[in-house]
């Protein structure tokens, strides 16, 4: 079964940092757009990170831009996000999502996919 698993999760202090990672099973990320996804209590689902195959191209949810930075090890078959200066309101269930044959920004914005993660919670509190 094709699988994306993510990890890093946790309960951080506000001002804090966290590293979140996707990981692939059993196929490549190569070819795939990914992507970040958060969703809280009571909310939608919102794109927040996308990263093209080649890693060249990125897209950011305007409340995360300058504080979260996506990435893609194509060798290690991962994708990262790395969170800094995290806010309360950065606490959600965080997905990652893989998406073949479209752009960064339809990614982020369309909330489709192919493969899901099952999520990971980050809790942001002092």
């Known amino acids: 079964q094709l699988q994306l698993v993510e990890s890093g999760g946790g309960l951080v202090q506000p001002g804090g940092s966290l590293r979140l990672s996707c990981a692939a099973s059993?196929?490549?990320?190569?070819?795939?757009?990914v992507g970040w996804f958060r969703q809280a209590p009571g909310k939608e689902r919102e794109g927040i990170a996308c990263i093209s195959t080649s890693g060249e191209s990125t897209n950011y949810a305007d409340s995360v831009k300058g504080r979260f930075t996506i990435s893609r090890s194509n060798a290690k078959n991962t994708v990262d996000l790395q969170m800094n200066s995290l806010k309360p309101e950065d606490t959600a269930v965080y997905y990652c999502a893989a998406k073949f044959g479209t752009t960064v920004q339809d990614m982020c914005i369309s909330r489709g996919a192919d493969h899901w993660g099952q999520g990971t919670q980050v809790t942001v509190s002092s």
């Open positions: 059993r196929f490549t990320l190569d070819y795939y757009v």
